[in-house]
């Protein structure tokens, strides 16, 4: 009876310190308060005095109080250092959906914005502004705790002189170009004096060819398609492609570059380079971007998840091209996009961004698939991270 009591004395006090104060992050206030009240009737549930009483119930106000939308956290978690509100900005991108929400808001209308541009910096660096304005809006952006998500190597490459060409070059100073050619050399990235020809800030990509004597760089910007070789020594532009294809990604398709779909034009058109230029492929089934590609030895070239803008969802599924027909092929255990696949020793292995995952589909000499199995997870989200093949423990 007197837990009953207690329980109605608290609503009836909880009730009458937040009425007049509206405030954001209502589910979070309701959660704290819960576990304050549920803290009290264990307390008071073990008191044999008067005095025992007061003093929980003296707990209590103070816990509630320091609740978001609490009587010190009038403004819910702004300005509140709560665990609660900490704990919600910790890993943002990951955990908390209105903080990624409002990312994808901004991205959205960042991407509009960036259509609607003709070819001017300026019109591009407007849209950043515009970007950056919205982003500072959304929650967490000051009080992210994290594990960052910068790019990095994990343990598998393709290519024994791997090049890199990601962005991984940070953006402060938004105006120079992003053109640094990399190259790993034991454990250290060394800058090369060579540049790409052009600007590729993201959004482009990057193709072992030749047997790993040359690499191929292509896209970038929307609207882009430019492709420039990079021979270990100098960059040569080659063929443009028809259709722009940032997050397009590239891939080998009967032994030749393939890009397919488009992040910013969202179109679902596929190209195949050879000596002579790009030409086209059938459409792939979806208007797809930033999936990864990965050509078997047996002339079919699989697609692997990417973001479905028809329905706008991240996709599970792995598309086959084969003998100039998309199919439907397998499913990822877990949809992902912005991540990165490599085909080594009949395995690939492919590196989710969304869900960390490590995933391996294993072929046999035939290349028919024999098996998709989690094996393993990454310590945080790498977007599209560069992989390169090596030993255990390499660099650590
Ligand atoms: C080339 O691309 C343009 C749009 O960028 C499109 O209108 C045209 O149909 C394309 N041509 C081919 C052969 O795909
Ligand atoms: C290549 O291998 C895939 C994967 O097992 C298989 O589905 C496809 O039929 C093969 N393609 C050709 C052209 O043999």
């Known amino acids: 009876m007197l ?41 008071f549930a073990n008191c ?9 119930l003296e707990v209590f106000q103070d816990c509630d109080a320091s609740c978001p939308c609490g009587l010190s956290c009038p403004g819910g978690c702004a300005n509140c250092d709560h665990e609660l509100c900490q704990a919600r900005c910790h890993d943002a991108h990951e955990n908390n959906d209105e903080y990624r929400l409002c990312f994808y808001d901004a991205l959205f209308q960042h991407n509009m914005c960036l259509k609607e541009c003709p070819a001017s910096a300026a019109c591009h660096e407007l849209c950043f502004d515009i970007y950056s304005d919205k982003m500072a809006t959304c929650p967490c952006m000051e009080t992210e705790t994290t594990s960052t998500s910068v790019p990095t190597t994990t343990e598998i490459v393709t290519t024994s002189n791997a090049v890199s060409t990601t962005g991984a070059t940070s953006t402060t100073s938004s105006s120079s170009p992003i053109t640094p050619i990399a190259r790993l ?18 959004g482009h990509a990057a193709l072992s060819i030749d047997n790993g004597e040359k690499a191929l760089i292509c896209f970038g910007e929307s609207g882009e398609k430019t492709c420039e070789i990079f021979d270990g020594s100098t960059t040569v532009s080659t063929f443009a492609s028809n259709w722009t294809h940032k997050y397009g990604g590239l891939g080998l398709y009967k032994n030749q570059p393939a890009s397919v779909g488009c992040f910013s034009e969202e179109h679902q058109k596929a190209e195949t380079l050879s000596a002579s230029g790009w030409t086209s492929l059938p459409d792939h089934p979806k208007r797809i971007s930033s999936h990864s590609l990965v050509g078997l030895e ?27 027909n998309w199919n439907q092929f397998c499913e990822l255990l877990q949809a992902d996009y912005e991540g990165s696949a490599s085909y080594i020793g009949r395995s690939i292995y492919y590196f989710g ?29 790498f977007y599209l991270p560069v992989l390169f093949q090596t030993v255990s423990n390499y660099c650590i």
């Not at 329980?7 to 209502?26: G, S």
């Not at 599924?317 to 100039?324: G, P, V």
């Not at 989690?374 to 989200?381: F, K, T, V, Y």
């Open 3 to 43: 837990h009953f009591l207690a329980v109605f004395f608290l609503q009836a006090y909880a009730i009458q310190q937040r009425l007049d104060l509206p405030c954001e992050d209502q589910e979070l206030s309701d959660q704290c308060s819960k576990e304050c009240r549920n803290d009290y009737i264990s307390c």
């Open 48 to 56: 044999e005095s008067s005095y025992c009483n007061s003093e929980c």
């Open 185 to 202: 050399d034991d454990c250290t990235l060394n800058e090369l004096t060579v540049r790409l020809n052009k600007d590729r800030e993201y």
């Open 298 to 324: 047996n002339q079919s070239m699989l697609l692997i998840g990417g973001q479905d803008w028809g329905n706008g969802g991240l996709q599970s599924r792995i598309w086959q091209l084969k003998d100039e």
């Open 353 to 381: 961004y969304k869900s960390k995952a490590i995933e391996r589909l294993d072929f046999n000499e035939a290349e028919d698939l024999q098996n998709v199995e989690q094996i393993g997870n990454q310590p945080s989200n």
